[in-house]
């Protein structure tokens, strides 16, 4: 064979060998971080008076150790999926989302509402409602997007403004307008033809709303580095001056960056209430907003990042109440954990002390955002 014909395939493998070093490299940190981490809990379980090595085995079968288990690690995951690539989106653009909590809600009476309304239609209603979940969440993000590029009102106080106003509105829409007979206070239950169907395979609860989940991860992907609206989005988080220099509109981008963040958050809403819930009861669901703030900052706000990370945060989640009951360690354990990762994720030269500068080098993420396939 020529030395022609085989340089385009050796430039195929070089790009895609390229894609996997650089998420090697970008995982080295966490994984550094989850290590030490689990380290000093070890500690503080031992402080405890309690058998660390117990604790974790528990922890391990708790979020891994059989198809139930899994499942639970799964339907923890899912959701956070999505608020991750919601803060994800809007930290590539230099900005930080802490509105996923509202745009959760805003999503979930969407789909709470909307799936009653079109429940005649079954499976079909499915794509429908989500889609109304991704343009409520869209319009939601796009709000302190726009107080951004034309007041120049910071995100952080607008989003998190955002969350309280739209968590009430729900709340009110679910216990007033849209409330229906019953024990449990909220809307009224979505029919099962309408409902996403679960997977099965021994995974408990868990649904196709995973699979929605990883085709977003996917998108989201697809978008930041094989678009030219992606690259914009970038190239705005990484120098506004030369973006605009180069006539990249910042105001637009900045909008885009949260609206399409919300959309995302929105979405990961309606699939809580069609996959999981079948309605919007009060109290909702919570803190899925601000773990997303965590599974991004863990995940190196890079799509793959985010569903390992959620991974992560699914199992802890998952693990630690087979802990509890196997063992005297409390749940609490599982959020030390997390804390415990996230400022070592966070606070780099913290762990420049511990593990060296050159092994920090070593775990630099920078070549994971380059993307598959860019030189």
Same mark, same amino acid.
């Given at each position: 064979? /020529?030395?022609?014909?085989?340089?385009?395939?050796?430039? &195929?493998?070089?790009?895609?060998?390229?894609? =996997?070093?650089?998420?090697? *490299?970008?995982?080295?940190?966490?994984?550094? #971080?989850?290590?030490?981490?689990?380290?000093?809990?070890?500690?503080?379980?031992?402080? /405890?008076?309690?058998?660390?090595?117990?604790?974790?085995?528990?922890?391990?079968?708790?979020?891994?150790?059989?198809?139930?288990?899994i *499942?639970?690690?799964?339907?923890?995951?899912?959701?956070?999926?999505?608020?991750?690539?919601?803060v994800a989106?809007?930290?590539r653009?230099?900005?930080?989302? !802490?509105?996923?909590?509202?745009?959760?809600?805003?999503?979930?009476?969407?789909?709470?509402?909307? @799936?009653?309304?079109?429940?005649?239609?079954?499976?079909?209603?499915?794509?429908?409602?989500?889609?109304?979940?991704?343009?409520?969440?869209?319009?939601?993000?796009?709000?302190?997007?726009?107080?951004?590029?034309?007041?120049?009102?910071?995100?952080?106080?607008?989003?998190?403004m955002?969350?309280?106003?739209?968590?009430?509105?729900?709340?009110?829409?679910?216990?007033?307008? %849209?409330?229906?007979? &019953?024990?449990?206070?909220?809307?009224?239950?979505?029919?099962?033809?309408?409902?996403?169907?679960?997977?099965?395979? +021994?995974?408990?609860?868990?649904n196709?709303?995973?699979?929605?989940?990883?085709?977003?991860?996917?998108?989201i992907?697809?978008?930041?580095?094989?678009?030219?609206?992606?690259?914009?989005?970038?190239?705005?988080? %990484?120098?506004?001056?030369?973006?605009?220099?180069? &006539?990249?509109?910042?105001?637009?981008n900045?909008?885009? #960056?949260?609206?399409?963040?919300?959309?995302?958050?929105?979405?990961?809403?309606?699939?809580?209430? =069609?996959?999981?819930?079948g309605?919007?009861?009060?109290?909702?669901v /919570?803190?899925? *907003?601000?773990?997303?703030?965590?599974? #991004?900052?863990?995940?190196r706000?890079h799509p793959? +990042?985010?569903? %390992?990370g959620? $991974?992560?945060?699914?199992? =802890? @989640?998952?693990?630690?109440?087979?802990?509890?009951?196997?063992?005297?360690?409390?749940?609490? $354990?599982?959020?030390v $954990?997390?804390?415990? !990762?996230?400022?070592?994720?966070? @606070?780099?030269?913290?762990?420049?002390?511990? !593990?060296?500068?050159r092994?920090? @080098?070593?775990? /630099?993420?920078?070549?994971?955002?380059?993307?598959?396939?860019?030189?």
């Amino acid at each position: 064979m /020529s030395e022609e014909s085989r340089e385009p395939r050796d430039e &195929g493998g070089s790009a895609f060998g390229k894609f =996997l070093r650089g998420v090697g *490299g970008a995982l080295v940190f966490p994984l550094i #971080a989850i290590f030490i981490a689990f380290v000093i809990g070890a500690l503080l379980v031992l402080a /405890s008076g309690n058998n660390p090595v117990a604790a974790y085995i528990s922890l391990v079968q708790g979020a891994v150790g059989d198809p139930t288990a899994i *499942g639970r690690t799964l339907l923890n995951a899912t959701p956070l999926v999505f608020t991750g690539l919601a803060v994800a989106v809007a930290f590539r653009a230099g900005l930080f989302n !802490i509105g996923g909590e509202g745009q959760v809600f805003i999503g979930a009476i969407t789909a709470a509402w909307l @799936a009653v309304s079109v429940g005649f239609l079954g499976l079909a209603a499915i794509p429908i409602v989500l889609l109304a979940c991704v343009l409520t969440g869209f319009m939601w993000g796009a709000i302190p997007g726009f107080l951004k590029a034309r007041f120049g009102a910071h995100e952080v106080i607008t989003t998190i403004m955002l969350n309280f106003i739209a968590i009430n509105l729900a709340t009110y829409f679910a216990l007033g307008p %849209l409330r229906s007979e &019953g024990i449990v206070p909220g809307t009224e239950t979505i029919e099962a033809a309408t409902r996403i169907p679960a997977i099965g395979l +021994g995974l408990g609860r868990v649904n196709y709303g995973l699979a929605v989940a990883l085709l977003a991860a996917l998108v989201i992907y697809l978008l930041l580095w094989r678009t030219k609206l992606g690259f914009r989005i970038r190239a705005v988080g %990484l120098s506004p001056g030369a973006a605009n220099y180069a &006539g990249m509109r910042i105001g637009t981008n900045t909008v885009l #960056a949260l609206a399409i963040g919300g959309a995302m958050a929105g979405l990961g809403g309606g699939v809580e209430v =069609l996959g999981v819930y079948g309605k919007m009861s009060i109290p909702f669901v /919570s803190n899925l *907003g601000f773990n997303g703030i965590g599974v #991004a900052l863990l995940g190196r706000n890079h799509p793959v +990042g985010v569903v %390992l990370g959620a $991974l992560l945060f699914g199992g =802890l @989640a998952s693990g630690a109440q087979e802990m509890q009951f196997a063992t005297d360690v409390p749940l609490d $354990l599982s959020d030390v $954990l997390l804390a415990v !990762i996230l400022l070592l994720v966070t @606070a780099t030269k913290l762990v420049e002390l511990i !593990i060296g500068k050159r092994a920090r @080098a070593l775990a /630099s993420g920078t070549r994971l955002d380059e993307g598959l396939g860019n030189q």
